[in-house]
């Protein structure tokens, strides 16, 4: 049986969600899909992703299984769900498309600090952990996981990358590309140490001094 996945926050919803159930607006279904993807969230860690059936999605969020069906089509579709919601919670530094130069290096930098403090988390590491093991396994996960489509956090790089090129402020000729560069330079070394196992607890100031290190270099070689 798998080890239980290290103690940390629930799966939350993305802060748009959060701004509407705290003013008692939250529609039954949005409510719904929320409890399905805190569901999978915690059945996947669990189990691995092959080991979770939509019916055991069912059976610890409640509900029925036509409506979860209804919410997301597949276990691959809920999975991709998840990653949306991840980038959800990360992209407010980007949503001002009136930016200047200046203000896209501190964009960039919030970004990258929240993204890799997200990614250090427990959860988020053993999530990783779990998808990398079973990608092998299941071409879908892989597709998932690498697909850099629209909602998720690569995607909405790249959309920003495109607008922030058009307006003159960066020079970006592939921006799905760019959106690549620019999370993998975040990463490491912090993500790829905590992920092995080499990293007990995150140095204070390592996250803000790495993200810095990071936008300054990915700015380098794309500003106009």
Known sequence: ??????PGPPFRAPRRAA????????????????AFLGAAFDLFLERG???????DIVGRAGGSLTTLYELFGSKERLFEAILVDFASDL?????????DEKSIEQALTRLGERFLKKILQPRSLAWYRMAT???AKFPELRASFLRGGKGTLRGRLA???????RAGRLRVA??????????ELIKAPLHTRAVFGDLDAVPRGAVARQA???VRTFLYGYCS
């Not at 992703?49 to 019916?55: E, L, P």
């Not at 959309?159 to 090129?165: A, I, P």
């Open 19 to 34: 701004r509407r159930r705290a003013a008692g607006a939250v529609p039954r279904s949005q409510a719904r899909r929320q």
């Open 1 to 6: 049986m798998a080890a239980s996945p290290p």
């Open 133 to 135: 093991a079973e990608a």
């Open 159 to 165: 959309d920003y990358f495109t607008v922030q090129s």
């Open 174 to 183: 592939d921006p799905e590309l760019a959106a690549i560069q620019f999370l």
């Open 91 to 99: 992209t407010g530094p980007l949503e001002d498309e009136a930016l």
């Open 49 to 55: 992703y092959g080991g979770v059936t939509m019916g």
């Open 212 to 214: 810095r290190a990071a």
